[in-house]
């Protein structure tokens, strides 16, 4: 069974930083792109990065400067590193990814950005 688990949320005051993970097992054949969204208050689910397998890049531009995706093809994970945090980033923060040609998501990881 493939899977999707992402830790590393948490409560950090205005400025702070966080690093998500994001690690894919089970049988894996195939793992494309992988991304991350997120789904604030009353808010509809968004991409905020996403990287190819290649190390291509792509950022919402609400987070671009201040987020950093990446992936280590040889564990299967991907990672948010989340600088500069703003309240309007509170939100769960789900990954998405391309796993033998199938579209996965985790479970999502809680971020609440409050002084």
């Known amino acids: 069974q493939v899977q999707l688990v992402e830790s590393g949320g948490g409560l950090v005051q205005p400025g702070g930083s966080l690093r998500l993970s994001c690690a894919a097992s089970?049988?894996?054949?195939?793992?494309?792109?992988m991304a991350w969204y997120r789904e604030g208050p009353e808010k509809q689910r968004e991409l905020v990065a996403s990287?190819?397998?290649?190390?291509?890049?792509n950022y919402a531009a609400s987070v671009e400067g201040r987020f950093t995706i990446s992936r280590d093809n040889d564990k299967n994970e991907a990672y948010l590193q989340m600088n500069e945090l703003e309240p309007e980033d509170t939100a769960v923060y789900y990954c998405?990814?391309?796993?033998?040609?199938?579209?996965?998501w985790g479970q999502g990881t809680q971020v609440t950005v409050s002084s």
């Open positions: 089970g049988m894996i054949f195939s793992l494309n792109t």
């Open positions: 990287i190819s397998t290649g190390g291509s890049t």
């Open positions: 998405n990814a391309d796993i033998n040609n199938y579209p996965r």
